[in-house]
């Protein structure tokens, strides 16, 4: 914002005026033979709106990139190091929907009372809080050394083991909880602070460009923590390399880089305005004085009697279930199915996935404004997008390319040496050790083999999985790449659905009630369920076993086959229901409308009668 005071001295009448507000300021006096003067105020650019956006765009991409991105990739490598089963990996996940649940609410309510920058600067400090009890649990591991026993069996043996691993499942758990609780004022106080920034014509390119960096950042994320697993957990393990089995990757970096980030954004929230457009402050401080609000057990009633906005929140919810879950573990489900090494699942899974929601969010803007759709129309829209995403994703989830285990599952074993035989049953009992024979074969563990030539057998062995050939990859990613990009498509017309479909005076609690819903219904129980999918398809668990450092349990190996079709189970089975949903909604929609329409033609012309 500038404001000018031009002096310009003449010998005529003096005028004399002033604005404010980037508007000009000028003076007339009468003097003769002076030259004019200029003088250029300027506010300060950390007052700016442009400043207020870039910091809260800054904000969002580090809590964007922390919540889908670093922890969603760091899960696979928890369990292995904490040994902790799928199932308890989605109570971790939905412990940050439940604080997000708790504290929408108030949070939004001291965001209309209190300083918003003071808000996001706590929830940012709180953020970095979260971190840094989500990554301590690497400090409170039980130490230890791994070495490789080449006896035939090649048992690892780990020393100095103490402890039980129950504290660091608590520690995630308060992690995930307070990073939730940081999270809660970004997206609503956040989204409030710039809409009130600017003027009402540029609020809409500025929340648009908050939502696209809300969009994107997970990529980052995901990107980072493929780069920081490529790393050995510890320095003393330098010499290690991602291709050995028993490398794990520096899960905790990404936390840490977290840490610092949330702490060095705090002052610069802390000193952006409270108010960068006073005109825009007074126009909203002065329309709230003149609006009547409902109460809100009439807003409340209201809202849940119209039954085209219950079965939209319906659908939401289900939309959701399946979105949270195969979020979570989609990087797993990329290790097991695609055989790939989870930093390299994490790299593919950002790349493709993140893009794909962002361009099917825009693209589905773009036909609702070009088509100018109503209601129905963004109701109708919705329902295709959905019905494209299940063929989508059925023939995505159809497409693998796992590592056959030999030991553990029934496969056909063609190509193995005569001089070579599998005695399985003898190793079930023992730690799984995947091994690659010959470059060629997977076995489940090395003592299973009776070799006539043993130093020649074991000179052939490499730790874990053969590296495998699979034309199938390709086409895999593409699908799921359509897969998001379609999923990402009913987001947008679903949102603008529900806007529609109530008075403009209750679309601020229809927003904050929806999501109320979808977490509650979706977000948190769906990582449960998907974490469940994941342990049922298990083969092999390692639990209570004396050369563990934890008495809990992880799954070693996992049948791809069982994982393959307990997903598809679940997955369709809730976006089946949501189209049902969509359909209703479509059908109630159009009742409504006919209602209206007969109502309106019953009602008596009582008009004035015209004066002549």
């Known amino acids: 914002m500038i404001s000018f005071k031009l002096t310009h001295k003449r010998p005529s009448s003096a005028y004399i005026g002033s604005t404010t507000h980037g508007r000009t300021m000028r003076s007339y006096s009468t003097s003769v033979g002076r030259m004019g003067e200029v003088e250029i105020k300027r506010t300060p650019f950390t007052q700016r709106p442009e400043w207020c956006l870039f910091v809260v765009c800054l904000l969002v991409a580090i809590q964007s990139s922390l919540t889908t991105g670093f922890v969603n990739s760091s899960y696979s490598t ?45 929830g940012a400090l709180i953020i970095a809080i979260g971190s840094f009890v989500f990554a301590s649990a690497e400090l409170l591991r039980p130490n230890y050394n791994m070495e490789s026993i080449h006896n035939g069996t090649m048992t690892d043996v780990i020393r100095n083991c103490d402890g039980d691993g129950s504290l660091q499942k608590y520690l995630f758990i308060i992690g995930m909880f307070l990073i939730g609780i940081g999270s809660t004022p970004v997206q609503t106080v956040g989204v409030t602070y710039l809409d009130e920034s600017v003027s009402s014509k540029k609020s809409g390119i500025y929340l648009g460009i908050f939502f696209a960096v809300s969009f994107l950042s997970p990529a980052i994320g995901f990107v980072l923590s493929g780069l920081f697993l490529m790393l050995p957990i510890h320095f003393r393990n330098w010499d290690m390399k991602p291709s050995d089995e028993s490398f794990k990757g520096a899960w905790w970096a990404g936390f840490s880089l977290e840490l610092l980030l949330g702490v060095a954004i705090t002052p610069l929230l802390i000193n952006l305005p409270m108010n960068p457009n006073k005109n825009r402050a007074e126009e909203i401080k002065l329309g709230k004085e003149m609006l009547k609000p409902k109460p809100l057990k009439t807003c409340l009633l209201e809202l849940l009697t119209n039954k085209t906005y219950l079965c939209l929140m319906c659908h939401g919810s289900l939309t959701h279930f399946t979105l949270a879950g195969l979020t979570a573990f989609m990087p797993k489900y990329f290790e097991i199915q695609y055989s790939l090494k989870p930093q390299i699942a994490a790299f593919i899974v950002g790349g493709i996935a993140v893009p794909a929601a962002a361009i099917g969010s825009l693209i589905s803007g773009y036909i609702i404004k070009r088509f100018n759709l109503k209601c129905d129309g963004t109701i109708k829209l919705t329902a295709v997008a959905q019905l494209i995403t299940m063929i989508v994703g059925f023939c995505y989830f159809m497409m693998k390319c796992p590592a056959q285990i030999i030991g553990i599952e029934d496969v056909s074993i063609e190509g193995l040496p005569s001089t070579i035989k599998l005695n399985a049953s003898s190793c079930y009992n023992l730690q799984p050790h995947i091994s690659c024979l010959n470059k060629k074969f997977t076995i489940f563990n090395p003592c299973m083999l009776e070799c006539k030539d043993k130093e020649r057998c074991y000179s052939s062995l490499t730790m874990g999985a053969c590296n495998q050939d699979c034309s199938r990859r390709l086409p895999g990613y593409i699908l799921f790449f359509f ?34 819903f979808f977490r509650m219904f979706g977000m948190i129980p769906g990582p449960l369920l998907y974490g469940k999918i994941f342990d049922l398809a298990c083969k092999s668990w390692v639990s209570n076993s004396k050369s563990l450092c934890t008495s809990t349990s992880f799954c070693s190996v996992y049948l791809p086959d069982h994982l393959q079709m307990y997903i598809i189970i679940a ?25 209206k329409e007969i109502d309106q033609i019953h009602i008596p012309n009582e008009l004035p009668k015209s004066k002549v």
């Open 483 to 516: 897969l998001f990009f379609f999923g990402s498509c009913i987001a947008v017309p679903k949102v603008i659905a529900l806007l529609r479909l109530v008075e403009d005076d209750l679309r601020s609690i229809s927003i904050g009630l929806q999501w109320v």
């Open 571 to 595: 997955t369709f089975s809730t976006l089946l229901a949501g189209e049902i949903s969509l359909l209703f909604a479509i059908k109630l929609y159009h009742k409504n409308v006919r209602e």
């Open 78 to 122: 928890l369990q292995k190091l904490f040994q902790f089963s799928s199932t308890f990996t989605g109570f971790v996940e939905g412990s940050y929907h439940m604080a997000v649940l708790i504290f929408v609410v108030p949070v939004s309510h001291f965001g209309r009372q209190t300083s918003k920058p003071v808000l996001l600067a706590v």
